[in-house]
């Protein structure tokens, strides 16, 4: 229960919508994380009655710093620290975007002739689709070695493992890496010890997607496709394809889908990502069992009733699709929270945490301040990547466990 509130304003006091200036303060005391989540509820309930602003003091807990929300007008967000403290997934997320610049920067010093690292990896946050697929032409080039993709792969879990990110599916392209002549087998490999490295070191549970690109031949995507079968039940959980979207409809690559599917590999599929409703309707009847990013679904009435229907996840990734989607001028601007009041099951990732310069945490607390997500919301978006997961069902169930232990402590 709530320790201590005292009430400087009415509670009874009409709602005035138009009145902007501050009408009430309220001073919170809580202890324990309950409490927090109470006082949270308590705010919402009340909100639009009469707060304007909330002060709060968490005398002995960890959140001392001012943690929970903040009151600007009457807009109220979660703040990055609770935020960090979520038990949290990342099902979008490649390889080769989601280096530390640190190690790039090291590992560029065996190229030759290489642009300014710093202002190539990481374009502004407004920028050509061009511009922003230059930054991988980097990435790519450094990690053409066993010993430099199990290094990517190691840190990329250890970085999402230090914001207590609980479970996370990596994806790459594999035959982008055999440059050096590594065999696409050695570089699956690679990546996979990586991974396995990383899990004994920090309380992450990881699986792998292998990426085929659409602007390749369909020929190509069927060889990942048989490397996936490969691996399957060896870290290796689904085949995505990724890359260009105009003048590649993934439709193209349906043989490869086939061929997957058949095997028993999930599939999932970038469509909608900065143009092309109609390829999200293509991914869905190949098969996709998830949408990578889908932000143009709303474009596509019909097949938005689909995804609505069939509650097919949506791979969000806010601060990507905010950089490359084009239709976007903030946060706020996202479709993502009309699909989550349709009923849609929206899933929060970063998608590429070098270029954007983000992790979860920034996601969840960007889109969390820019809607005003309730504490439901937030729950419902990490159920939602659970149960979205290509993860083995004692995964899953580890996953809701933890979540469960979490919110209810
Ligand atoms: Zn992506």
Not at 241 to 263: D, T, W
Not at 361 to 368: C, G, K, N
Not at 377 to 391: D, G, H, Q, R, T
């Amino acid at each position: 229960m709530v320790s201590s509130a005292s009430f400087l304003a009415s509670p009874h006091q009409p709602h005035q919508p138009n009145e902007l200036l501050p009408r009430g303060i309220l001073f919170l005391w809580g202890n324990e994380l309950n409490e927090l989540y109470e006082l949270y509820e308590l705010y919402e309930l009340y909100q639009p009655l009469f707060f304007t602003q909330l002060l709060h003091t968490f005398q002995y807990s960890r959140f001392l710093e001012l943690s929970i929300v903040m009151i600007c007008g009457n807009i109220a967000y979660m703040k990055r620290d609770l935020v960090y403290d979520l038990p949290k997934l990342d099902l979008h997320v490649h390889l080769d975007g989601s280096l530390r610049l640190g190690t790039v920067v090291e590992l560029a010093q065996d190229l030759p002739d290489l642009p300014n690292i710093k202002e190539t990896v990481i374009p502004p946050l407004r920028c050509s689709l061009e511009r922003y697929l230059a930054a991988f032409d980097v990435t790519v080039a450094v990690l053409q070695t066993e010993v430099s993709l199990t290094r990517a792969a190691y840190e990329l879990c250890e970085d999402a493992a230090k914001e207590n990110v609980i479970y996370m599916e990596i994806r790459f392209a594999p035959l982008l890496h055999l440059r050096k002549g590594l065999t696409p087998q050695q570089v699956v490999e690679a990546v996979l010890t990586g991974m396995t490295e990383a899990e004994k070191d920090y309380p992450i549970k990881t699986n792998l997607i292998l990426c085929a690109m659409k602007q390749e031949s369909p020929a190509n995507s069927e060889k990942v496709a048989r490397l996936a079968i490969e691996y399957l039940d060896k870290g290796v959980v689904a085949i995505d394809l990724a890359g260009p979207e105009v003048n590649f409809p993934p439709i193209r690559h349906h043989k490869a889908v086939e061929i997957v599917r058949a095997a028993g590999l999930h599939v999932t599929i970038h469509a909608g990502e900065g143009c092309c409703a109609n390829h999200i309707k293509q991914a869905i009847d190949l098969g996709a069992e998830r949408i990578g990013h889908g932000v143009y679904l709303y474009e596509d009435k019909k097949t938005e009733n689909e995804v609505v229907k069939k509650k097919i996840p949506l791979e969000i990734c806010p601060t990507s699709n905010l950089q490359i989607s084009g239709i976007m001028n903030s946060y706020a601007d996202h479709p993502m929270k009309q699909y989550l009041d349709e009923g849609i099951p929206i899933t929060l990732n970063t998608d590429n945490r070098l270029m954007s310069q983000i992790d979860v945490t920034h996601e969840l607390s960007a889109v969390s301040e820019a809607f005003c997500l309730s504490w439901d919301e937030i729950k419902m978006i990490l159920s939602n990547s659970v149960s979205a997961a290509f993860a083995a069902e004692d995964v899953k169930d580890h996953l809701r466990e933890v979540h469960y232990r979490y919110f209810n402590r």
